[in-house]
């Protein structure tokens, strides 16, 4: 996600690219959404479904002269989606806002915790780059569950490691991270992961605990509770009925009140 409204988190301008469960039957297919002319923000779908097959995919979203944004997986049949696109210089709107790799802002500190430059724009172009895991100040929702690969924007890598990290980093254009002022969360960066990320654990509810993120999706949860991140408190009474009386649903118990004149646990 781009957010590129200079006021942050929370405002309506931002090109968002995402992996949904929108198709037939909860398929997933590629979807992007584009601020466009008049202040309208609008959502497209292309490329097809069955993006959940386990296989590599590449989503390409073209931002080309005069509003026009043409979009495609693999490289396969381009779809023009729109000629109104609030888009002209991809640099400029991505250089006053956020980018967020494998979530969405729900809200956002005053001051960054990172931030990237392009050796090709002046120095007074930045870039906000967010941890998707949350921390400094940042909340997240809708995050990704699955592998990242190469990530360009405008052409430029987005990296996932620091400049110490990456030894031999000889490109002429680049984004490169940077430790900010803190932003409420510290200064240190986060570790970058090179495994999948299936679960997260800020998603987990209810006390439940993401065991093996690398490999399951679903949070682990304590008796009583259920959903993939345990959201939901089990409803005894659907297995246990009351002979005489009201069933009362608790958490991992229930309780039966009884009818007058009757007495005992059911």
Known sequence: MIDGSPSGAGADRFIRVAVSNTGEGGAAEAEV???????ALRS?????TGLDDGAWH??????????VVVASVDGENPVELTLDADV??????????????????????????????SGSASP??????????????Y?????????????????????YFTEEQLVNSTASRKFVIRQGSG?????SLPEASSECVLCYQEECRNGGECRDPSSVFECRCPEGF?????????????????????????????????????????
């Open 226 to 266: 259920e959903d993939p991140v345990c959201g939901t408190n089990v409803d005894e009474c659907l297995e246990n009925r009351c002979a005489n009386g009201e069933c009362v649903d608790g958490v991992a118990s229930y309780e039966c009140r009884c009818l007058p004149g009757w007495t005992g646990p059911l």
């Open 139 to 159: 909340a997240m929702s809708d995050f990704f569950r699955g592998c990242l690969g190469e990530l360009r924007v405008g052409g430029v890598l987005l990296p």
């Open 44 to 48: 497209y779908t292309f490329g097809g």
């Open 58 to 67: 590449r989503i390409s979203v073209r931002f080309r002269p005069k509003g």
């Open 88 to 117: 002209r210089s991809l640099t400029e709107f991505v250089s006053s806002g956020y980018v967020v790799v494998g979530a969405e802002i729900t809200s956002a500190p005053a001051t960054p915790l990172y931030s990237t430059s």
């Open 33 to 39: 959404e584009v601020p466009e002319l008049e202040g």
């Open 124 to 137: 007074t172009e930045a870039v906000n780059i967010v941890p998707a895991g949350g921390g400094g100040g």
């Open 183 to 187: 932003g409420g969360g510290g200064d």
